[in-house]
């Protein structure tokens, strides 16, 4: 079953078109790399697919359409994301910001918050415990108390994919999930996304480290100037020569 699908998703701003007529499918349990050159797109697909950009087209999450449906609601389907920067609480400990996260799904009430009420302190309770899960899962766990703006920035964005993860997504948006990282903090995040997959979780990330997308994608689809492109596996990505003319041959004459 295909977990999500866009079909001929288009975004423009004023005469531009930023995504044109797009379409394509991500199965259940994998993991799909998005990559293209600067400007082809990529986030803007992001923001579009999960309800921060208005744009027409259909998109679907299993069976449901989530075109024009609000980021928080499209939340509630089963689609979370990360950004490009990452977007923490930075006064709060680790823990708290996760616990942040897991309101989504908890029935959080404002007025039970207020008053203090027995269902409350019970969400909160659960809420504590089912996020110091998710940081042990992570790699996390002995840092909950810790401030987010004491991490680095690799911890940082692992702290943004735990938050991601406590609104129990049935698949995970990546925006650039190694970038300024060094090569441990890149093999780390990569064995988290191995480990996120194989946790039932879905993903489809971007990324401009090839070595990562060519070590853990399943498929690959490649954009420039709104359009696909290529798609396939990455081998079959790897001797695409539209892709090596749009992407990877302006690196590849460099080197």
């Given at each position: 079953?295909?977990?999500?699908e ?31 050159p600067?400007g ?12 921060r950009?208005?744009s027409?087209?259909?998109?679907r999450v ?5 075109s ?6 499209i ?5 979370a ?11 709060f400990?680790?823990l708290k910001?996760v ?10 009430s404002?007025w039970?918050?207020?008053?203090g ?23 996390l766990g002995g ?6 703006a ?9 702290v ?12 995970l ?5 190694c970038?300024g990282m060094?090569?441990?903090e ?6 988290l996304?191995r ?5 039932g979780t879905s993903i489809?990330l971007?990324?401009h480290?090839?070595k990562v997308?060519m070590?853990i994608?399943?498929?690959i689809t490649?954009?420039n100037f709104?359009?696909k492109i290529?798609e396939g596996s ?6 695409n ?5 749009a992407y ?8």
């Amino acid at each position: 079953m295909h977990l999500l699908e866009t079909r001929n998703l288009t975004v423009r701003f004023g005469g531009v078109t930023a995504i044109d007529n797009l379409s394509l499918t991500v199965g259940e349990g994998e993991i799909r790399g998005l990559i293209g050159p600067n400007g082809a797109g990529k986030t803007t697909f992001f923001n579009a697919v999960s309800g921060r950009y208005p744009s027409s087209g259909e998109i679907r999450v299993r069976d449901h359409v989530v075109s024009g449906l609000k980021p928080n609601e499209i939340v509630a389907q089963g689609l979370a994301r990360t950004f490009q920067h990452v977007t923490l609480f930075k006064s709060f400990s680790v823990l708290k910001n996760v616990m942040a996260g897991c309101h989504l799904r908890s029935g959080y009430s404002f007025w039970g918050a207020l008053l203090g009420t027995p269902r409350t302190r019970q969400n909160e309770a659960d809420n504590e415990r089912r996020a110091r899960e998710i940081l042990d899962f992570v790699g996390l766990g002995g840092l909950a108390d810790e401030t987010a703006a004491n991490l680095p920035h690799g911890l940082q964005r692992a702290v943004g994919i735990a938050v991601a993860l406590a609104s129990e997504p049935q698949m995970l948006m990546l925006d650039e999930p190694c970038a300024g990282m060094n090569t441990a903090e890149t093999r780390s995040m990569s064995d988290l996304i191995r480990r996120i997959r194989g946790n039932g979780t879905s993903i489809i990330l971007i990324e401009h480290d090839m070595k990562v997308i060519m070590g853990i994608c399943d498929q690959i689809t490649v954009l420039n100037f709104g359009t696909k492109i290529a798609e396939g596996s990455p081998e079959e990505i790897l001797r695409n020569t539209a892709v090596h003319k749009a992407y990877l041959g302006s690196a590849a004459d460099a080197s």
